[in-house]
């Protein structure tokens, strides 16, 4: 196998599909990991970027339809005969189910460069994060999790790049949510400084920005977004 890039782009590529995994990835249970969307031409994204990395993964994005769910349809894209990269997500699987997520992210990430961290909090943006810019509603970045080693992590990157933020706890129980869920709330300059930094690929999908974004503030925040990696 021969990968297509270099290996600093290498290690950024990597840890950006770890971040969008741990954030809505899985594993089937013939061992096959994936990652979903709501948004076919994200994964599309994410598609390219796994061939870059790892030229001979087959992948296959498929479509799954759930019952009374308001995200569906759901786009998977299952990664498959590329047994460094399957390993590597299913020990982050595993760690995630033991909310031992700084296990991972201490020796791979946060001890790395700044376009690694960055990377990762890209990833994990794409999979879990919000926008919201409406004009009665302040330009605001929203990430979410249930992991409170996750949290920690999110929180170390942010604080390295001065991006003030908050953490609210909802304590609700449910079916999906079976302990707390932790909102990272960034707001007004911060939140646009946030989106200068990890350009995330989700904020570049018109269909998203359609849905997220007042008209008013589009070309502001395609400004702040620049030109796709």
């Known amino acids: ?15 950006q599909v770890i971040g969008y995994f741990i954030g809505d990835g899985s594993i089937e249970t013939k061992g096959t990991p994936y990652i979903s969307s709501k948004y076919k031409s994200l994964l599309t994204r994410y598609e390219k970027l796994i061939h870059l990395i790892y030229p001979d ?20 894209l299952y990664l498959m005969k590329s047994f460094f990269l399957n390993e590597i997500l299913k020990e982050a699987h595993i760690l995630r189910i033991m909310d031992k997520l700084n296990v991972l992210t201490m020796d791979l990430i946060l001890y790395s460069s700044n376009d690694v961290k960055i990377a990762f909090l890209r990833g994990l943006f794409d999979a879990e994060g919000g926008l919201y810019w409406r004009q009665n509603h302040a330009c605001e970045i929203k990430i979410s999790t249930t992991l409170a080693s996750l949290l920690s992590s999110i929180e170390v990157i942010l604080n390295h790049f001065n991006i003030k933020h908050i953490v609210r706890t909802d304590k609700r129980r449910d079916k999906k949510h079976k302990s707390d869920v932790y909102y990272i709330r960034i ?9 200068r ?8 999908l ?10 008013k503030y589009r070309k502001r925040l395609k400004g702040l977004l620049g030109q796709i990696k």
């Open 206 to 215: 018109s269909e998203y920005i359609v849905k997220h974004v007042d008209s």
């Open 197 to 204: 930094v990890f350009k995330p690929y989700k904020l570049y």
């Open 57 to 76: 993964t087959i992948t296959s994005i498929r479509i799954y339809h759930k019952r009374n769910s308001k995200w569906s349809p759901e786009y998977r």
């Open 187 to 195: 707001f007004g300059d911060h939140a646009r400084d946030f989106i």
């Open 1 to 15: 196998m021969q990968k297509h890039v270099n290996n600093d782009t290498y290690q950024e590529y990597l840890v």
